[in-house]
């Protein structure tokens, strides 16, 4: 799961909550680390190579990365190749992708829509990540 808080003059105010999926430990994935990192980037648009290669295979849409060294961005989209160009399928948002397992390849990944509420709302260099167990 995943929350967002807003600190506020008489306390803490939850802004969103959702569910959200983790890094798994794998030959090409890596665990999301835990701890309370800082947001430092916002990319709309968060390329990925493809597991063992060097080759660009999709993009994270809505991805805001933090001083861990993972995103927190949307649901993954896979290019696809039409005569050898690749094209934007456009972005897709399933629930298979999030879940209760680790299935990111080191970020928390969201539902595209609340990726994209996060990437509005987070202030770079003013907001925390937390990732706990």
């Known amino acids: 799961n995943q929350a967002a808080f807003h600190i506020e003059p008489d306390g803490i105010r939850l802004v969103s909550y959702t569910l959200a999926t983790t890094g798994k430990k794998g030959p090409y994935s890596l665990e999301t680390p835990l701890g309370i990192y800082m947001a430092i980037q916002k990319r709309d648009r968060f390329e990925y190579y493809g597991d063992g290669t060097t080759i660009i295979e999709g993009y994270a ?25 690749r094209v934007d399928p456009g972005m897709k948002e399933y629930l ?11 970020c928390v990944r969201n539902y595209t829509s609340h990726a994209k509420f996060i990437y509005d709302w987070v202030e770079i260099g ?7 167990e």
């Open 61 to 85: 849409p809505y991805a805001v990365r933090f001083s861990g060294g993972g995103y927190i961005h949307g649901v993954p989209v896979n290019y696809q190749v039409i005569d050898g160009q």
């Open 126 to 132: 003013r907001s925390a990540v937390i990732v706990i």
């Open 96 to 106: 298979h992708t999030i879940g209760t397992e680790p299935r990111s390849h080191m």
